[in-house]
């Protein structure tokens, strides 16, 4: 079974929109953590931030947000007053307490951001 | 701190040949990770190791691909012999656990003519 699900494939957004990026996630573990990584053109794997399962407030790293929520199995990002510079692939990942120790990445979202 | 570092960044080699890829996880890392990313099959992982001990190598794809860890700060991944299919970005990856933010190498662009 799929444990990261990323349904948009690819987005695009005219600068200065604000974007959601959805992430559902799937575990049978109390424990766990997700994440969020962004691939820029070049090619690199950019940690974005790292959520345990027992905190489910939500963050806000400048024009970055993160929306946690065990009820629905969602951790959706969003980015505000999107740049050019924000056009990447984002993944969002789950690493399991228990299991293989794997982080399983979800098959990433491309934005495009217009100028 | 350094992170994860990989060489080579770039490999082209011809179908047959031999091709090793290196790594140097991030130093007090006990876990060590080879990823494959394709654009049929996105991020997977092939093989990690804890505390130099190969753990899960169930993505490993086949015979001709073999991975060691011989110590603590270094790792290589194999393939005997390359075949195009195997193109791909392969990335290196390490963790304290799982908790712990997971750091990535730039990735090994691999392409077997």
């Known amino acids: 079974a799929q444990k990261v699900t990323q349904a948009q494939t690819e987005i695009s957004v005219v600068e200065k929109e604000d974007v959601t990026l959805d992430c559902v996630y799937e575990?049978?573990?109390?424990?766990?953590?997700l994440f969020w990584y962004k691939q820029p053109p070049s090619g690199e794997l950019v940690f974005l931030i790292r959520?345990?399962?027992?905190?489910?407030q939500n963050e806000i790293s400048g024009r970055y947000s993160w929306n946690f929520q065990k009820s629905t199995s969602s951790f959706n990002f969003t980015i505000t007053a999107s740049q050019v510079v924000d056009s990447a692939v984002y993944f969002c990942?789950?690493?399991?307490?228990?299991?293989?120790?794997?982080?399983?990445f979800g098959t990433g979202t491309r934005l495009t951001v217009i100028p | 701190d350094a992170g994860v570092i990989q060489s080579p960044r770039h490999e082209v080699t011809e179908m047959g040949q031999e091709v090793t890829l290196r790594c140097k996880p991030i130093?007090?890392?006990?876990?060590l990770f080879w990823y494959r990313q394709t654009m049929m099959r996105g991020l997977e992982l092939l093989i990690y190791f804890n505390n130099n001990v190969p753990i899960d190598d169930s993505g490993m794809p086949e015979d001709r691909f073999s991975a060691k860890m011989p110590n603590a700060s270094f790792s290589t991944l194999k393939i005997q012999p390359s075949e195009p299919r195997d193109s791909a970005v392969y990335f290196c990856?390490?963790?304290?656990?799982?908790?712990?933010?997971w750091g990535f190498g730039s990735g090994t662009q691999l392409s077997v003519l």
């Open positions: 990942a789950l690493s399991e307490k228990t299991g293989a120790n794997n982080l399983f």
């Open positions: 575990t049978r573990d109390t424990t766990y953590y």
């Open positions: 990856a390490s963790s304290l656990d799982p908790a712990g933010v």
């Open positions: 959520r345990n399962s027992f905190d489910e």
């Open positions: 130093s007090g890392h006990n876990s």
